[in-house]
């Protein structure tokens, strides 16, 4: 089982050719609303992979509630364990996506800030030895310092994705608990204070967590730590829309782990997870599912770009 653990949104994407500079105003080339949310968006990414996937986590009683819960169903997420907060909106995530497919947000927390005592105690009745914990920073980090805890305690495997890093309090072994640290390149050296990402990496190490996860963009990713996967290429694949690239990535991980793969493969299939969403637009909506992702991996063997330590 994968059991996210995070926020869930309302993202409201506006398109452009370019960034407005300050104080200054541009015309949109079109925009639209979709559901999204780290902890929604990881969890519609592991469940289109096929594994049994639960959210927990906390949404508003209005419309933009009711269409995320609605979506999340859709796609196989089982949302039995997200509650309805009675006073504050669903979260909401503004992003503006320029031409080239790179994106700039905002999230406004909305439910997700008051994620708290109640979500962790319906996430202590799931946790077990064998679970794939999802965890990301856009809920209150005390509530995810302890859900890695309590996992850890419970012989599940943690994920924390650190973003927003700005909601990162660091202290000595504040990543103790996790297994698996996937920053991008930027969270990185903000993270650990140096422009050296090989640094950066063994500086978080250094801060409790057993594998660091680098993720890197168009540049590919690596691994160190007690899995080592030193500098794997990313996929080429034409950019649309970068939104939920991460999400996708640390989702199919999630999946891959929980159903039984190899960590080399895990990887690739990661990889290839987030390649794919990068060519659509939107985030949940552009989420590869299992066939897609084998076909994909498949094809890249045949041309010569992809060459496992183990077969598909």
């Not at 050719?17 to 968006?41: H, M």
């Not at 609605?70 to 997200?82: C, E, H, K, M, Q």
């Not at 794997?232 to 929980?258: C, I, K, M, N």
């Not at 498949?298 to 060459?307: K, M």
Request: hydrophobic letters at 45%.
């Amino acid at each position: 089982m994968v059991i996210s653990f995070g926020s869930i949104n309302m993202d409201l994407v506006v398109r452009c050719d370019r960034a407005p500079d300050q104080g200054e105003t541009i015309v949109s080339t079109g925009w639209l609303t979709n559901p999204g949310g780290k902890g929604a968006n990881q969890a519609v990414q592991a469940a289109r992979l096929r594994a049994e996937t639960v959210l927990v986590g906390r949404v508003g009683s209005d419309a933009f509630g009711r269409d995320v819960m609605n979506g999340l169903s859709a796609y196989g997420v089982d949302v039995g364990r997200v509650m309805v907060d009675p006073v504050l909106p669903t979260g909401v995530a503004c992003i503006l996506v320029e031409r080239g497919g790179e994106n700039r947000i905002v999230v406004v927390p909305g439910a997700n800030g008051a994620v708290g005592a109640a979500e962790l105690k319906t996430l202590d009745s799931l946790l077990q030895p064998g679970v794939v914990l999802l965890l990301q920073c856009e809920i209150p980090f005390g509530i995810v310092r302890e859900a890695a805890r309590v996992a850890h305690l419970r012989g599940a495997t943690v994920i924390l994705d650190p973003s927003p890093w700005g909601s990162l309090i660091l202290t000595p072994g504040v990543f103790a608990d996790v297994d698996y640290l996937m920053p991008n390149e930027g969270e990185a050296r903000a993270l650990a204070g140096t422009t050296d990402l090989n640094k950066a990496a063994a500086v978080l190490l250094g801060l409790g967590a057993r594998t660091v996860v680098v993720k890197r963009g168009e540049k590919g990713v690596f691994a160190v730590g007690a899995f080592e996967s030193p500098d794997v290429p990313a996929f080429s694949v034409p950019s649309v829309d970068t939104t939920a690239a991460g999400d996708s990535f640390q989702g199919a991980f999630a999946a891959s782990l929980d159903l039984g793969f190899d960590l080399d493969t895990a990887l690739c299939r990661a990889m290839a997870a987030g390649a794919l969403t990068v060519t659509r637009p939107g985030a949940q909506q552009s989420m590869p599912d299992e066939a897609e992702v084998t076909e994909f991996l498949e094809a890249r063997l045949r041309t010569g770009e992809y060459s496992p330590k183990q077969q598909i």
